[in-house]
């Protein structure tokens, strides 16, 4: 009964900037972590950026000093605001949610946000 969606993606030309958003039914208090992960065509789903409960981030090596991931308790939303945007970045974004619960961690994933950043 998770919902995740996100919003936010489009087309931007590069060196530009877009701020992703990811909506849960589930409180922060339950979730472990919140992502954006993304996948290019032909390529794997590789993370992009993490969050901990702990408020801890995590960064891909390729973004890391251009974009920033953060959350919103109140809101139960985690963002992804992306600057210097780069040809590359383009792909589908997705947000991944992992929550506690009696049995253990699970993850739940978003249909997904296209971002095309042309060259």
């Known amino acids: 009964q998770v919902q995740v969606v996100e919003s936010g993606g489009g087309l931007v030309q590069a060196g530009g900037s877009l701020r992703l958003s990811c909506a849960t039914s589930?409180?922060?208090?339950?979730?472990?972590?919140m992502g954006w992960y993304r996948q290019a065509p032909g390529n794997q789903r590789v993370l992009v950026a993490n969050i901990r409960s702990g408020g801890s981030t995590d960064y891909v090596n390729s973004v890391k000093g251009r974009f920033t991931i953060s959350r919103d308790n109140g809101k139960n939303t985690v963002y992804l605001q992306m600057n210097s945007l780069k040809a590359e970045d383009t792909a589908v974004y997705y947000c991944r949610v992992e929550t506690s619960s009696t049995y253990g961690l699970r993850t739940y994933w978003g249909q997904g946000t296209q971002v095309t950043v042309t060259a």
């Open positions: 589930e409180s922060i208090s339950s979730i472990n972590n």
